[in-house]
């Protein structure tokens, strides 16, 4: 069985977990920085010295006190910018940084397991934009060349996965967390509905400006938050936490028989979760389908012609990352010279239909059009498709026609 690692990963800071074998199972351990240490939080940074072959990484590069090198931090906003560092006559692109930055990250588990044993790695990012989920896919390209699975996940989906892996007792309720960066108060409250089937867990966000450590604006939010809420555990995220500074706070959370937890692991170890539910899925969590702002809430298939006969095929499936959607398919068009995309709503189960004409191919015998069929989800709703004229070998040659449209869902 693999080993799953769950990568954390901000513009300041990274952290890395990995799956390791028990007598008891299976257990999600923090890799710490250091091996024997328990610092556990990587600065996300470079430091480059005369060129390509001297750049330290994350705490060895915090630690290098080198007024001759060149520090450089905030990779991934560099690397979305598409910046480049230069030093001396050599420039280096500051998403070749954040790769080197994230294969020594990975490699920093190899205290626990060879890097061999990986079989998949999730990192999880505060933000899951588009332009981001990209970007981490390009820069990840080493460890699918390894034939490691890497798939990106976003906080609140990272968030489930840590909460529902606890003991049963702190999932009888719904389920809150707060992370605090210092500035910013995030929380999330994770419910379950169980009036359907299989039953649909959400996760519900709040933003708050809150610049400072204040117990009493803290705990003015929180009221807001759980008093109208039957909640069984609450979880304190983010440096901001840090300093012992709640006090009324922590009073306040405890009431009612709450458990209250702190910690800046949670999303890490999640993230570490979910690829070993991906991997082996989960008994748990199989009557269960989760879903967060990220997620497509309808299935949508086509019907298509497949050696000689008509079929419904899949293309994207409620409760999966809009992000993640995206595929290439071959068909033959029919005699109506449509394809019809079928949609159906996961909440309410009704069914609609988006029917593509295509006008632009020309016209031919029935099943004598292939068809190249691209698409790719650009929002939770919104489908972008390209189809393309493929002609039908060498009885009827290729327009080049293409039909480019969208669907809303």
């Known amino acids: 069985m693999g080993r799953v690692i769950g990568c954390d990963l901000t513009d300041k800071v990274a952290q890395i977990s990995i799956s390791i074998e028990k007598e008891e199972g299976e257990e999600v351990v923090s890799v710490p920085v250091i091996t024997g240490s328990e610092k556990y939080v990587i600065p996300v940074l470079a430091s480059i010295g005369a060129g390509v072959d001297d750049i330290l990484f994350g705490e060895d590069a915090a630690r290098c006190e080198d007024p001759e090198r060149t ?34 990250s990975i490699h920093l588990s190899g205290s626990y397991a ?34 490691k699975n890497v798939r990106i996940s976003g906080y609140p989906e990272s968030f489930f996965y840590y909460a529902m892996n606890q003991e049963q007792e702190l999932t009888r309720n719904k389920i809150a967390l707060f992370d605090f960066d210092g500035q ?31 117990d009493g604006t803290f705990l003015e939010i929180a009221r807001s938050i759980l008093d109208s ?8 995220s983010g440096e901001g936490f840090e300093g012992g500074w709640l006090d009324r706070s922590v009073q306040y959370l405890c009431e009612r028989r709450r458990r209250v937890f702190q910690g800046r692991n949670l999303y890490t170890k999640g993230a570490c979760y979910a690829g070993i539910d991906d991997r082996d899925g989960n008994p748990q969590l199989s009557s269960c389908k989760f879903f967060d702002r ?6 949508v298939g086509i019907h298509i012609y497949e050696d000689g006969q008509e079929t419904y095929l899949g293309l ?36 609609r239909y988006s029917v593509i004409r295509a006008e632009e191919f020309p016209q031919r015998p029935d099943k004598c059009t292939r068809v ?32 480019k449209t969208r669907v809303y869902l």
Not at 294 to 299: A, C, E, F, G, L
Request: net charge negative.
């Open 71 to 104: 520090k450089v931090s905030s990779l991934i906003s560099g690397a979305l910018r598409d910046e480049a560092v230069t030093v001396g006559d050599v420039s280096i692109p500051c998403k070749e940084l954040l790769r080197g930055f994230i294969r020594k």
């Open 114 to 147: 060879p890097y061999s044993e990986v079989e998949r790695v999730v990192i999880t990012i505060p933000e899951p934009l588009e332009d981001t989920v990209r970007l981490l896919e390009e820069v990840c390209d080493f460890l699918k060349e390894d034939g």
């Open 229 to 236: 809420e039957i909640v069984s555990a609450v979880y304190l």
């Open 372 to 403: 190249r069929f691209c698409f790719e989800m650009k929002d939770t709703d919104l489908m972008e498709i390209e189809a393309y004229d493929l002609g039908f070998g060498e009885i009827y040659r290729s327009s080049g026609n293409v039909i």
């Open 184 to 214: 910013r108060l995030r929380s999330m409250m994770l419910s379950t509905r169980l009036d359907v089937r299989p039953h649909v867990s959400m996760v519900e966000e709040r933003v708050f400006d809150m610049p400072g450590k204040d």
């Open 294 to 299: 990220d997620k497509v809430t309808s299935d």
């Open 316 to 351: 994207v499936y409620a409760g999966s990352n809009w992000y993640d959607a995206k595929r290439e398919l071959e068909f033959m068009l029919g005699e109506d010279r449509e394809i019809r995309i079928r949609i159906e709503s996961y909440y309410t189960t009704e069914v």
